[in-house]
């Protein structure tokens, strides 16, 4: 219906036709994660760093992969360990002997997208180095400032069951990833696909066909026009509502800061352009606003130890707040 209402201002054809393909080839070996797959795609076009939670084998790591690879980008990956250094993540100065002087060399955070396995497998110095990167998109080497590429994305997993031997991330620092998305365990149906997918595979890898679809140019023409996209006053007032009642809420001991408001707006806008709209509707900002402000919010400690989570006070401030039509 809204779409009858409302004339396209925007053309966002060939932006869609792009995300189609990469939802197709993605939705082709990730075997339902249709929402996964889509909060991926709006995060790398929100410009905003993603933390994918999941037990082991469900393919956090390979749905991370993939997005990387229907890029036209660089690429690199860092498996987070706890004897792992700050400089083994950000690069070294070498000294060469030929010129007599240091040389900066680069380590793997110097990249377009950058997946980080169980980030919270590493100490807190290097969580805190990485973290500082991903906000300023900058780094400081002896007195040298390198800027990251554009575009630059964070995509970091971490296994939610074990404790052992992992530090856990600070809640401020979480507040750097737009999104934290949490990836369940298949369905019947989709696990017999899966099994059927992988039997038939023969001398090939599930990563063999993937092709880039997006140029790091067109992320960037794309980004540019998410950020134009309309967005009514009544839904901005909506979004603020949200966020607002999170401060207030009796259930919670930390509400999510106005970097909350901005990620679902940003989010919100992504997310209309690839369903082809030049504009937001509630639905948008209700989907985005879980892994949006989930893991921006802390629990009081009653509702914790009654086994409530930060998504289920989410969904009941949403359903309290009256929705704009």
């Known amino acids: 219906m ?37 909060f991926l795609i709006v995060g790398l076009l929100s410009d905003g760093h993603i933390l994918i939670e999941g037990v ?18 660089q690429f690199s990956r860092v498996q987070f ?49 990485l973290f500082e990167i991903m906000e300023e998109r900058q780094v400081t080497i002896d007195g040298t400032t390198y800027l990251m ?20 991330l600070p809640e401020a620092q979480l507040d750097r990833f737009l999104f934290k998305i949490e990836v369940k365990y298949p ?17 090939k890898t599930l990563l063999d066909d993937v092709k880039p679809v997006l140029s790091v140019e067109q992320i960037k023409k794309a980004r540019e026009i998410i950020r134009s996209l309309y967005v009514e006053p009544k839904l901005i007032e909506f979004i603020a509502k949200i966020v607002n009642e999170t401060r207030n809420n009796p259930s919670l001991y930390l509400g999510a800061s106005p970097r909350a408001s901005l990620a679902i707006i940003h989010s919100a806008k992504a997310l209309a352009a690839i369903q082809n709209r030049d504009f937001v509707t509630p639905d948008d900002i209700i989907t985005v606003a879980v892994p949006v402000l989930a893991h921006r919010i802390i629990l009081s400690p009653e509702k914790e130890m009654e086994g409530i989570t930060t998504t289920d006070v989410v969904h009941q401030i949403i359903k309290r707040i009256e929705v704009p039509r």
């Open 81 to 129: 360990t706890p004897d792992l250094m700050p400089s083994d993540v950000l690069g070294t100065p070498i000294f060469n002997t030929k010129t007599g002087d240091f040389e900066f060399r680069r380590g793997p955070i110097f990249g377009n997208i950058i997946l980080v396995d169980e980030i919270n497998r590493a100490p807190a110095k290097t969580q805190s180095a």
């Open 2 to 38: 809204e779409e009858e209402q409302f004339n396209q201002r925007t053309d966002l054809t060939a932006l869609t036709e792009a995300v189609n393909q990469i939802r197709t080839v993605l939705s082709n070996i990730v075997i339902g994660q249709k929402q996964v797959i889509d």
């Open 56 to 73: 082991p084998g469900v393919a956090k790591t390979l749905s991370a992969k993939l997005l990387a690879k229907s890029i036209a980008a």
């Open 187 to 203: 369905s019947l149906e989709e696990e017999t696909e899966i099994l059927l997918k992988q039997h038939t595979l023969v001398n």
């Open 149 to 168: 590429e554009e575009p630059f994305m964070v995509l970091a997993t971490q296994n939610p069951i074990e404790q052992e031997g992992t530090y856990r």
